[in-house]
């Protein structure tokens, strides 16, 4: 693709942070081999526009550590297990990008030096330097610590200039869309009001971390097609989280 058929960005190295729900489609389980590709797809366009990518993905259609943990399962097992669920997402991923032609790295917090690289700051950036997407699983290797945190740990260590949230809406509302008509938008929100209004973005330690080290979150509908392309060329409906 030459530079005049694809849109501009300014930015040049970004995190993409997903549910693990978002891979299962329609399903209520599991993955979803389509959706699986069907996003491989949405990475495959922004990584040709040169943009270095990292991405990391939640665990929770596999396993969630919280409910395991509400249902009576120890915390710390019960998150251990979620990170788990990760890695299997993560390996997924790689697989549908590695067919797509994209040179993809899954690197664990986790050592499983059979299936994933440990995780390896210095290690990590080279890979993206190559061009490779680096998938950051297994969290941040400890228990306590969500996925939305462990993708702002790795945003702020990559050196990224923002995190890319794709969810199932186009953006922060004050309440949720899919229930209420009267929901209310935001184009921007800070830091400080998503904590203070409790605003379904990322959990409160991920926010504070970003907020921190002025790293903005970006809310886009991962279920647009094109549209994490179209996000990061200034395009569609989206939130900015920021100081």
């Known amino acids: ?82 990170m788990l669920a990760t890695v299997m997402n993560a390996l997924a991923m790689q697989s549908a990008l590695e067919k797509l032609g994209v040179f993809t790295r899954v690197i664990s917090a986790i050592r499983m030096d059979e299936v994933a690289e440990p995780y390896i ?49 186009d953006g922060v509302y004050d309440k949720d869309p899919m229930l209420h008509d009267d929901a209310k938008h935001f184009a921007t929100v800070t830091y400080d009001e998503v904590l203070a209004q409790h605003l379904n973005v990322m959990d409160a330690s991920a926010i504070a971390l970003a907020r921190d080290n002025s790293l903005p979150i970006i809310v886009f509908s991962l279920d647009e097609p094109g549209g994490f392309k179209g996000i990061l060329a200034g395009e569609g409906t989206y939130t900015k989280v920021h100081a």
């Not at 680096?134 to 995190?163: Q, S, V």
Request: positive net charge.
């Open 121 to 169: 700051r210095r290690r990590a950036v080279r890979h993206l330097e190559k061009k490779r997407v680096c998938i950051f699983a297994a969290g941040t290797g400890n228990p306590y610590f969500t996925t939305d945190t462990a993708a702002t740990l790795r945003a702020n260590e990559m050196a990224c200039e923002a995190i890319f949230k794709g969810t199932k809406v």
């Open 1 to 82: 693709m030459s530079n005049t058929d694809s849109p501009k960005t300014t930015f040049k190295r970004v995190m993409l942070k997903i549910s693990g729900e978002a891979l299962m489609g329609d399903q209520g389980y599991g993955l979803h081999p389509p959706t699986v590709e069907r996003i491989a797809r949405e990475v495959k366009s922004v990584h040709d526009m040169g943009v270095e990518i990292c991405m990391v993905i939640g665990g929770g259609n596999v396993f969630r550590g919280l409910a395991g943990s509400a249902q009576g399962m120890e915390r710390t097992t019960a998150d251990y297990m979620g």
